[in-house]
């Protein structure tokens, strides 16, 4: 509203059903900075202590009674990522199953090297105990490849047991298998059948991978991160097949461990993280994100909140409870109007599961309704990750990418990116939103369905050229169902 009051008039979609979140208000575009994070009861911080961190930065956290290692950055908002426990926690890149944690290896290697890898993660080559272990270990396993397991039989000839020391439960060996042949003492699962055969340890075939398990300590902290779990869940039942849903936000309602009346996590109702708004008048609206814990706001210029300094101008500290569409400060705050360019729910909430991969699409909620700066973004996501949302500008049939900005996600729900003053985009009315994927696949929600003029016009399996500035040729939308609807909103500082 305050940027163009006629857009919230408009009721062809959008912001249309919801306009009372159009009447934005000034907001200082801010440098964040994370406050030390918050002291975890089952972990102890490796990383040296700071007063305050930059944007980026990570800290260690190492469980105090097991291996795990959790590694958690200073988030654009003034929060960590990274799970809020350590102890019981899958390391980076590793599957939780059952009480272990599952890797896929994706090298050409003898027995003993892939014994010597997982032995770097205080793992195993992994064992088998059961044939539903079997088939998970199984889905792991990428490109139908050969994969040694860890079971051997050179202690006694013909009794294989787990390099762990465990005792054969299952096994589903090839007709005729083991034999022996010229000592072999290993095991590896065919990629044509899923059979076994004992092999040579030290032979390196032509397609050999392995997975790697982890026993998992003991998970000591067992609490519901997010408010909504229940609601989540009862909307999506599946919800918890997500394993970072089930594991890291919401393992009491999906049931994985049970809270113990002995562990009483208080650190995080009592010390909130928080964002340091520098520059900031005190009239500034604070900066609110959905994170789960609550984030406060604390603006440095100000002792209290009825009390002003030289850094802020008469004219706010006069009207404190109403601010305004433009603010005036004595310092070198920027203050902006901003628009939305969408409001979308997400409903279905897909995952995207293509790495590396970007995706633009044209449709009315996809493109900018203003022109000006993107200040502010905010999207749907549950998976912690890392991923890119950038403007696209059009050239004729063309588009150029005008610049593209670093999201490291929370994974609490929604959630909001304040854009630092030196990764500020400009974007011209008609602009069109693209998301860019890393790693993390899942790290963004969609729904499959679609506006009716809503079309796919760049999905692209490389990135190796997406940067600012680059021209990239128009796509043929394509038709075949795949068309995804992102819940991402950005906002514009029309000035
Ligand atoms: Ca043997
Ligand atoms: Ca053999």
Redesign the pocket.
Known sequence: MAGNPMYCSADDGGCAESCKQCDFVSQPVADVQCQPPEEQSDATLLTAASDSYQVGETVVFKCNTGPEINNRTCLTDGTWSGGRYTCGACPAGFTSYNSKCYKWFDEFVDKYSAVETCGLFNGVVATISSSEELSFIHSLVEYERNYWLGF???AT??I?IGDDGQALQVANWKSGQ?D?YH????VKVQADDKKWT?ESCGEQGEFDGFVCEIKKSERIVCKDWLNTCQTLIAELPSSCETEQFREEQCPVSCGICQPSPTTTITASQTTPSTTTITQASSTAPPITTTSSPPTTTSMPTTTTPTTTTTAVSTSAATTPSTPTATMSSTTTTVTVSETRNNNLEIKARGHSREKNHAVLVDGYNMRLHETGEVTKWTYYSDVPGTFWLQIYSREFDDFRLSGENQIVSLGSGEETFIVPPNQLIHGNKGDLVGIRFGDDVDVLHYDDCCEPDTTVLLSLDTVSTMYPNSVHAFHTPDNDGSCRLYSITAYVATQ
């Not at 000592?183 to 290993?186: A, G, L, R, Y």
């Open positions: 051997n039989d050179t000839e013909g294989f083991p022996d000592d072999q003492d290993c004992d």
